[in-house]
């Protein structure tokens, strides 16, 4: 095992699994992508969905029952959206050419005819009102498939802009991290050196601990969080 010097409290093992600790036992995570929350699950049972699990404020790995119903995210909402409307289009084409093939017919059939029977001309206005109606429906569904396409580059654009600025904040993230680690480290050589430190270096050295714990529970947060939104750009359908 060694630590996940990314995620503090985590460890990897040799293939890559990570795990977290009580103390006493180590249990393998995975992150459920469709729930947005990291699961204690078992490795050799994972079809099984596994206990969902949180960073607390304090740095530790802590139950919740803030799951609700897999439901996907809004990349894989807006990919379905694009292929209900892809499938409505095809549909409305499949309906325009059989109507047009039925009406040549009839229409053909209609002309041989010395005495055309009433109800070939009935049918023939069906016909012809079918072949409108599908016309219609093909004219509404290239709108519904244009305006998701335009909507997903949209979401696209903004899912980029967001995770650009992610990981701006992750970059100052990770320099207050080694700007708090390297006060830590100095007043630690202080105390180290000090035959009496005082409590004052020693209540500073908590608040140094502290905050970095806070900062590190942040920039894993912001890890997670942009690990999110690039599945959320890689779900989006190309088009």
């Known amino acids: ?37 990291e699961r204690v699950y078992q490795p050799d049972n994972p079809a099984r969905p596994g206990i969902p699990v949180r960073l607390n404020g304090e740095g530790r790995y802590v139950r919740h029952d803030e799951v609700g119903l897999k439901g996907g995210s809004p990349a894989q909402e807006l990919a379905r959206k694009l292929q209900t409307a892809h499938q409505n289009l095809n549909r409305a084409q499949a309906a325009q050419s059989n109507a047009q093939g039925e009406l040549m017919a009839l229409k053909a059939e ?21 072949l409108d109606d599908a016309r219609m429906t093909i004219a509404i569904e290239e709108g519904h498939v244009e305006a998701t396409r335009r909507e997903i580059q949209l979401t696209r654009n903004s899912t980029q802009t967001e995770i650009a600025d992610k990981l701006k904040h992750r970059e100052d993230g990770r320099q207050l991290e080694q700007t708090t680690l390297s006060e830590i480290g100095v007043l630690q050589t202080a105390i180290n050196a000090s035959n009496d430190p005082s409590a004052t270096m020693r209540n500073d050295l908590r608040k140094l601990q502290d905050d970095l714990r806070r900062i590190q529970n942040a920039n894993h947060a912001l890890d997670q ?13 190309h088009c």
Request: hydrophobic residues 30%; positive net charge; without cysteine.
């Open 1 to 37: 095992m060694q630590p996940d010097v990314v995620h503090p409290g985590l460890k990897i093992d040799e293939k890559g699994r990570r795990y977290i600790s009580d103390g006493e036992h180590m249990y393998a995570i995975r992150f459920d992508r469709d729930h947005r929350t």
């Open 110 to 130: 209609i002309r041989q005819s010395a005495n055309p029977d009433p109800g070939l001309r009935q049918r023939q206005q069906a016909l012809q009102r079918t």
């Open 225 to 237: 969080l942009v690990l999110n939104l690039n599945r959320d750009l890689h779900d989006l359908p």
